[in-house]
């Protein structure tokens, strides 16, 4: 097979040493009897891969710990959605136009 590298916005090209690891683990992940993608998002073990991502993305960025880390779900658009959120002050108002 050979492979297509994609260097659009979207998903990115995984080195294939990464998806190995994951083809590996689909089926059981660490010994848990199921895939990560089956599992509670409330149960130890997802509890445990999250805890381990923020862990090492605290690391990896240097960001210290009276800073919250915030794994949210969506692409660009729901990114530049909350960008209004960010931007306001502590009086809680807000004026902005979402033009589509």
């Known amino acids: 097979m050979s492979r297509i590298y994609n260097f659009s916005a979207g998903p990115a090209t995984l080195p294939e040493e990464v998806l190995k690891q994951a083809q590996d683990e689909l089926l059981d992940w660490h010994g848990a009897g199921m895939s990560v993608m089956e ?7 997802f509890m445990s891969i999250a805890a381990q991502a923020e862990a090492d993305l605290r690391e990896v960025m240097a960001i210290p710990g ?19 959120l960010n931007l306001m002050g502590r009086t809680g108002k807000a004026d902005y136009i979402n033009t589509g």
């Open 39 to 45: 599992m509670s998002h409330r149960g130890k073990e």
């Open 66 to 84: 009276n800073y919250k880390v915030l794994f949210l779900q969506g692409g660009a658009s729901s990114q530049f959605a909350m960008v209004p």
